[in-house]
């Protein structure tokens, strides 16, 4: 579809840079006091209102993050935006702000950069953020989206990679694994597509890890359950590509190794049995699938008692000397098993 | 060069994303109290101290915004900071930090990637800013740069676009259309080797126009001038699509029209002497070639004599009511010609 050239759809050179800009965003509103001046002048002005002001940036490249043949554009959009938005829930920080950078190719119509943007709105509304800023340009092939979001907190909330102790409690919000066993779904059934076009893809039935992969949500909830908890995180990261690498990046900026106790990493059935289906091993996939976007943090032991039970939080194992190393601890045996940064590497996998 | 597979470059795959980004970012060092959090968290982190936060953000794009055959990435990279400086100072703000983020083809060295860094560390260390985060992934062919620059300022500094009246004084800095001539220098030469390998390129004698486009600088030392002189401009904003486009852009956000004197227009003798050897008209050049990053600006007319012989400025023009419309005053004739946005369109040009 994106190809055709149908009299119907808009070539982007219809519009010019800034009718676009305009065009795009045009039905943008705002949701936060802070958001002081916003697009149509040089830069966006923000009042922080005495609060620290929390910055990320992501990007996302066609062919190496995002399959159009299968991911729709609309998805692609709210996917970009929650992607930042979860860095700034893992500073502990409320995301107030986004800007948005498009090369695109002008192979794809007006229609398409619609549709991304209505991905864009319907995050900016989910989450209460305002679209602030941003840039489009032609590229000479392809789409690529680089997102920065903007989020306040003040300075006695915001928590770093780096504050973990040894004997702090290792905890992850919701379940693991379910983004990247959708991927495989989905990278089947394409392939199944592009072998014969026309067969049906067989989706029925994983709805929810095909959600976790095309429409995952960032936990900006997270903040609010954990104030109510009377939780401080020692130490917080998004588990964005695989729990196995944000461990060892909480151990190198904390000075601390973790031991990781397989048998507590939360799954949905469906993962799993997706897993077995395609002779995956699941625990691997929660290891180094990425993309799940939950929270991976550390609270102090004596905050046991405020989470043990908690519907959202799942204790996975706890921080040791720094000496002692990152293992997890397999089910069973107890077997020590060294962990490895072998998180999705958008340089290896190409 | 970058094609060349010869054995001393140094594959991106051998780093990985993380530890690419930290050796590329390892010897960037901090200048603003304001940074509180750098790379190697989820998120920077800033401190406004009771400042407002002015954030941009910008696309460069390969074969639309850049050409590799002539463009030197360490320039490149240089020229992406500044790029998004200029909009900062366009807001009369203090530039304190950037993030970047970088789409790479895998048939780029490493090497190539130190350049662009070693451009993006000149420019930190010229205008005091700090780099603070970043996200670097491959693409599929060619790359994209995208950055987002932050700035403080107070609340009551800060200078819209949009605060122009009638009788206000139109004022830029500098000299315009050089940039532009220098490009068309580099795209003449660059034919020329491409027709005959063999032919030395001839820039002798270019030098101003080369640097106007290869190395340009945001004009961040404006704001200093400015309150030196004890005037806040009532619009501004910086020249980066040619002046007829800045002109129409402050016409449109301030509900004024403008007179712009042809006789005024600051153009430096190179620049005139180079459009006369390519048979351009110089004036064009001025109002549509873009990329000179000079600031046009809006003085109350009770600020003349603070800025009349200052040799930062030159006065080229007036507001004037909206529904008198915005006309170039030719030289000589006073014939009043309509000012048309023909300033540099990305997608246009493709």
Redesign the interface.
Known sequence: MLEDKSPQMTP??A????G?IKHLTENFSFENPST??SI?????????N?Q????????L?????FNLGYVPLKHLGYKAVVVNLS??A??N?TPT?I?????IS?RFPVEALEEIYAGIALACKHYKVDL???????????L?M?I????LEN?EN?V???GAKANDLLVVTGDLGGAYMGLQILEREHSVFLADPNMQPEMEGYDYILERQLKPEARTDIKKTLKELDIKPTS???VSDGLSSEIL?LSD?SKVGFHLYEEKIPMDSLTIATAEELNLNPVMCALSGGEDYELLFTIAPEDFDKIKNHPDFTIVGHAVDLEQGNFLVARGSNELIPLN?QGW????N?
Chains 1, 2 share one sequence.
């Open positions: 982007i050179s519009y010019g840079e800034f676009l002081e001046i149509g002048d040089d830069a966006a002005v923000i009042d922080p005495g620290q002001v929390v910055l990320t940036t992501d990007v490249a066609e062919g190496v993050h860095d700034i893992a500073m920080a702000q800007l948005v950078s498009l090369a002008n602030v800023g941003g840039d489009t340009t032609s590229s000479t092939s392809g690529v680089s920065t979001a903007v989020g300075a915001i770093k990679r780096s917080m990261i998004d990046h900026q940064a590497d958008a340089f290896l190409k």
